[in-house]
């Protein structure tokens, strides 16, 4: 798999952990399921902030250290050159 792929990926990830951290808090604000379901609907929206933020944080982190990488890369080729 090409480093171009993996990004690529990573930043779907980045998205839906973003799309669902958003969804959750929608869901609680709004008190679409707080009302309806009591504390299992606070908890299905706490689900979605939890996964959002597990989707979102460590690629983060993994796409940092890459460009971190690819930056160290440039600075040695112009260095060289």
Known sequence: MTEQTIIRIL???I???ICLIILGHSLL???YLGDSMGVHGIMISAAC???GVLFSLPTKIYL???LM???SDLTAQNKQS
């Open 29 to 31: 604000a709004g008190n």
């Open 69 to 71: 990488k690819m930056e």
């Open 11 to 13: 930043k779907t990830f």
């Open 64 to 66: 940092t250290i890459l």
């Open 49 to 51: 902030i939890a996964v």
């Open 15 to 17: 998205i839906l952990g």
